[in-house]
């Protein structure tokens, strides 16, 4: 799987970086941006796991957008994959190297492997239910807490806010393929996130969890890919990071 995703991203998404059409872009909605790499490396990943799991339903972000059915058969689907072509699209059209290529496998309505491919960065991340995270074939732990817990967001009317006594969030690395991993690594803390579309995070929630993290929604309940978070997301450093930011998130507006 790692290997066809890093054949996907020679062929299709680094050809593009910085040097992608203005035609060659284009909006689903308003400020979300999609390429033509995200149509062509979807296709091809498509493809592949179609002919290797002819059974299984594959939910792709650029099919769902198309077919938005495709997400409610996805919810009682025992037997599915997650793609998500070029996470991060927006850094990915403005140059940025903090984007990925992903894939997860559910089973169950559990995740039970996830791959998730930086190309710009060349660094492979893998996971697999109740055997490990692994980044380039090194096994991963997430590092201890330091004397502060440090908190980043995705929606931007949250910087600069803080959780009671908590340091202020800062803004993540705008790419759920970029985030779970440095999460995972111990560049944060904890992340919250208002939206969370299953390609997006069932890879990198996996990644952390088998990392020793933690990921919940913001009402309390564990994260089950099949179902959408009704506020929001927190991934966290370990449990006890996850209970301390839950009980403090009703301090941020919109909820």
């Known amino acids: 799987m790692l290997t066809m995703l890093k054949e996907v991203a020679e062929e ?4 593009r970086f910085r040097a992608l059409a203005k035609a060659e872009i284009s909006e689903k909605n308003p400020g979300d ?16 796991l ?21 997400l409610d058969r996805f919810r009682s689907a025992d037997h599915a994959f997650t793609v998500d072509p070029v996470d991060g699209t ?33 660094k492979a991340y893998v996971a697999e239910r109740g055997a490990g995270a692994w980044r380039d074939g090194e096994r991963l732990h997430r590092p201890p807490i330091g004397d502060e817990l ?20 800062d803004l993540t690395w705008v790419c759920c393929g970029v985030d779970y991993p440095k999460v995972t690594e111990g560049a944060a ?4 996130y208002r939206r969370a579309k299953p390609w997006d995070h069932a ?29 929001g997301l927190i991934s966290a450093a370990d449990r006890k990071t996850y209970d301390v930011v839950q009980r403090l998130i009703h301090a941020l507006p919109g909820l």
Request: net charge negative; charged share 25%; glycine share 12%.
């Open 50 to 70: 179609r002919g290797a799991y002819p059974d299984a339903l594959v939910l792709g972000e650029e099919a769902t957008a198309s077919d938005p059915a495709l």
């Open 203 to 231: 890879p990198g929630s996996l990644l952390l969890s088998e990392a020793g993290g933690y990921v919940g929604t913001f009402d309390g309940a564990p994260y089950e890919p099949q179902r959408e978070p009704p506020n």
């Open 189 to 192: 803390d904890y992340a919250l």
């Open 90 to 122: 927006k850094n990915f059209v403005h140059g940025k190297v903090d984007h990925a290529v992903m894939v997860a496998e559910l089973r169950g309505g559990e995740t039970v492997r996830a791959w998730i491919w930086q190309p710009q960065h060349e």
């Open 150 to 169: 440090r908190g980043v967001t995705s929606r931007r009317g949250w910087i600069g806010r803080a959780l009671g006594t908590l340091r202020a969030l």
């Open 12 to 15: 299709v998404i680094n050809p």
């Open 33 to 48: 941006l999609v390429t033509v790499a995200d149509h062509e490396a979807e296709v091809r990943i498509t493809e592949v």
